[in-house]
């Protein structure tokens, strides 16, 4: 019986995330100049050993290897790869073996749109998404907001680190705001009742230091969440202790 259980919780485990030892390793060469441009826009990885920028670099280029990023009407440089890869990577970097199983392609444009990628017209205020039905394996973003989610790092917002948030989310078959890959199962209820809490909280309110988008949904309040606690911990541990220590549990399990 025992056997079974582990058998089914491999078989479930293989389906879904990111081990890297279980694909065909392809390999991805970055571009000349990758080293600098990652010192001079991207904060988390200039904070990094040089042990850990090569292991980053080196994930970026992995991601790079499976992900496609494109541009949709507007053109890209290597620059916007790697920002795409280094917001994927940072939500994951904690965890050596994992790998996005859950995206082939990131499509850019070149201005917010739609929810039906519409880039012309009204209702055209979406910064980001991650596709599903049809579009299941491909995120799109705004190749502004990717730029601007880098250049103004620490402000809190960062669309790349939201939609990958989304996507760990989902790994689990459910984007639901319980991103069962990063939550022992002792922590899964305790999770619940904290963004629960919060949630009720920033609704009677009407205000909160935590963004009012991520009390639309537990969902969201999961990739707003993120968000901060990669933009500004040191805040978001004097503000929301508790919320900041389930945080670091998900993402930095046994740092402490
Ligand atoms: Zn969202």
Avoid at 111 to 137: C, P, Q, W, Y
Avoid at 150 to 177: R, W
Avoid at 212 to 224: C, K, M, N, P, Q
Wanted: charged content about 25%; cysteine-free; hydrophobic content about 40%.
């Amino acid at each position: 019986m025992v056997g079974l259980i582990i058998l089914i919780a491999v078989v479930f485990i293989g389906a879904f995330i990111y081990n890297r030892k279980s694909r065909k390793d392809i390999k991805y060469k970055l571009a000349p100049g990758s080293k600098k441009m990652l010192l001079d826009n991207v904060t988390f990885y200039k904070n990094l050993d040089e042990v850990n920028r090569l292991d980053f670099e080196n994930r970026v280029a992995d991601f790079l290897a499976h992900t496609t990023v494109r541009g949709v009407d507007v053109e890209i440089e290597d620059l916007d790869r790697l920002l795409v890869a280094s917001g994927a990577i940072m939500l994951i970097f904690s965890f050596p073996d994992w790998r996005y199983n859950n995206i082939s392609e990131v499509l850019l444009y070149k201005g917010t749109f739609s929810k039906d990628f519409e880039t012309e017209g009204a209702g055209r205020n979406i910064l980001g998404m991650v596709g599903d039905g049809a579009m299941h394996r491909v995120m799109l973003l705004s190749k502004p907001s990717l730029r601007s989610s880098f250049q103004s790092s620490g402000d809190g917002h960062n669309t790349v680190l939201h939609e990958f948030a989304h996507l760990i989310d989902k790994a689990d078959g459910v984007v639901d705001g319980v991103p069962e890959y990063l939550l022992s199962r002792p922590h899964l209820l305790p999770w619940i009742k904290e963004i629960r809490n919060d949630i009720d909280r920033m609704r009677s309110k009407g205000k909160s230091d935590i963004d009012l988008y991520g009390a639309t949904s537990d969902a969201e309040f999961f990739a707003v969440i993120s968000e901060y606690f990669f933009e500004k911990p040191d805040k978001l541990k004097i503000n929301h202790p508790e919320l900041f220590e389930m945080l670091e549990e998900m993402f930095h399990p046994g740092s402490k």
